[in-house]
């Protein structure tokens, strides 16, 4: 059965630190594989989506699958980057109809 | 861009009674909504599949009589608590696929705030 894992619940780094979200997946078909992003008080808005290979607010992710792995990546953090980051995945459910399996969240809170 | 609304944004219902709530795709079209209850600070636990035109596919431990889900238009899906408990209180979100693309992307509403005294 597809998963996705996001082994940090709260993850706090001081602006301008790097900083790294961490997400596996197990999955059987081919993945693919989205970052969504809710800001307080805010609905579910999406990132990045591994096949546009793209880099949003300077936030970048790449699929490794041999790692099963989508890490999100971002060099120098900022403070409106505190927000409940969620990894998820693309699957095709029993039904025939295209899902995403969400991983638990991380909690970033970047200090100032 | 998509944008998907729900209505309302938020709902107190004594217990016993029912609720229904509104999820509608503004600028496109959807043949397929999503519905997702969410407890505070943790992740999207999806609940069913609405389908236009089509019975909703309910996930595993989802009472389908208790949460009834209609999707009467490319627009609108509503979902309908009936008999609501305390236990049901908690934050359900809607999304939506435009039909017109072919990947997994969904587009979230704001989500309804449901509180059952």
């Known amino acids: 059965a597809q998963r996705v894992t996001q082994p940090e619940k709260l993850l706090s780094v001081f602006k301008g630190a790097p900083v790294e979200l961490k997400c596996n997946y197990s999955y059987s078909g081919s993945p693919e594989l989205f970052w969504y992003v809710q800001y307080s008080r805010q609905r579910l808005q999406l990132l990045l989506r591994h096949i546009s290979r793209e880099s949003i607010k300077g936030f970048t992710a790449d699929l490794n699958k041999g790692e099963t792995s989508f890490h999100l990546k971002k060099p120098f953090a900022q403070e409106e980057d505190s927000a409940m980051y969620y990894c998820a995945l693309g699957v095709i459910s029993s039904g025939s109809a295209r899902q995403l399996t969400f991983g638990s969240g991380t909690q970033l809170t970047v200090l100032p | 861009g998509a944008v998907v609304s729900q209505h309302p944004s938020w709902v107190i219902c004594k217990s016993g009674t029912s609720v229904k709530i509104e999820c509608r795709s503004l600028?496109?079209?959807?043949?397929?909504m999503f519905w997702y209850r969410q407890f505070p600070k943790q992740s999207l636990m999806l609940m069913a599949t609405?389908?236009?035109?089509?019975?909703?596919?309910?996930e595993q431990g989802v009472e389908k009589d208790k949460f009834l889900i209609n999707h009467a238009s490319l627009t609108l899906s509503t979902l309908t608590v009936t008999s609501a408990h305390p236990e049901d209180s908690s934050f359900y979100i809607c999304s939506a696929r435009d039909r017109r693309e072919v990947s997994y992307e969904q587009y979230f509403g704001p989500g309804t705030r449901l509180t059952v005294t």
């Open positions: 600028d496109f079209q959807a043949t397929t």
């Open positions: 609405s389908n236009e035109g089509s019975k909703a596919t309910y």
